[in-house]
T-cell receptor, first 115, second 114 residues
């Protein structure tokens, strides 16, 4: 069964450094998402992306964050200058068409640790 | 009031028991309702999704939605130790761009004991 893949599984970065998290969504999917989960807290929506542009972003997704689909397969989340509070699991998700009842499929996440 | 409320547990049951997991929500604009299972250090795995009030069954799992009460449930019959995981309820709006942002509950940690 096709799956969403994320790399790396664990990223350790010094505070203030830039980090890029990578995702390969399921190949025929059109909508792409990033969520994060701080340890012990709920999964939170960050951003949705469709047709090469952001369709919605949360208040967490400030100017330090950006997303990109640089080619036909990858979807990336960049954090420009990381803060300690950016430490979390970051999940990429994708779904197929526009109908609301198409479920989102999640990758296994990247654990980001900011030192 | 939180948009989605879910008892975090932990919930411990003996093997073979019927498990009932619940969420309440406050936003009547939610249109689709999902249950995800999350094992430790893994991503959420979709178990069930539904968009209408009533029951939906898939094997040992039954999802129930009551939109009038803003209440959803997941029932697991004949629970197995492999069902031990965190269960997340999630709900979605339809975004103007056509996608659907998910709002999650905090998750209920379930342990099924031999």
């Amino acid at each position: 069964e096709p799956e969403v893949t994320q790399t790396p599984s664990h990223q350790v970065t010094q505070m203030g450094q830039e980090v890029i998290l990578r995702c390969v969504p399921i190949s025929n999917h059109l909508y792409f998402y990033w969520y994060r989960q701080i340890l012990g807290q709920k999964v939170e929506f960050l951003v949705s992306f469709y047709n090469n542009e952001i369709s919605e972003k949360s208040e967490i997704f400030d100017d330090q964050f950006s997303v990109e689909r640089p080619d036909g397969s990858n979807f990336t989340l960049k954090i420009r200058s990381t803060k300690l509070e950016d430490s979390a699991m970051y999940f990429c998700a994708s779904k197929t068409g526009a109908r609301g009842n198409q479920p989102q499929h999640f990758g296994d996440g990247t654990r980001l640790s900011i030192l | 009031q939180k948009e989605v409320e879910q008892d975090p547990g932990p919930l411990s049951v003996p093997e073979g028991a019927i498990v009932s997991l619940n969420c309440t929500y406050s936003n009547s604009a939610f249109q689709y309702f999902m249950w995800y299972r999350q094992y430790s250090r893994k991503g959420p795995e979709l178990l069930m999704y539904t968009y209408s009030s009533g029951n939906k069954e898939d094997g040992r799992f039954t999802a129930q939605v009551d939109k009038s009460s803003k209440y959803i449930s997941l029932f697991i019959r004949d629970s197995q130790p492999s069902d031990s995981a965190t269960y997340l309820c999630a709900m979605s709006l339809i975004l103007t761009g056509g996608g659907n942002k998910l709002t999650f509950g905090t998750g209920t940690q379930l342990k099924v004991e031999l």
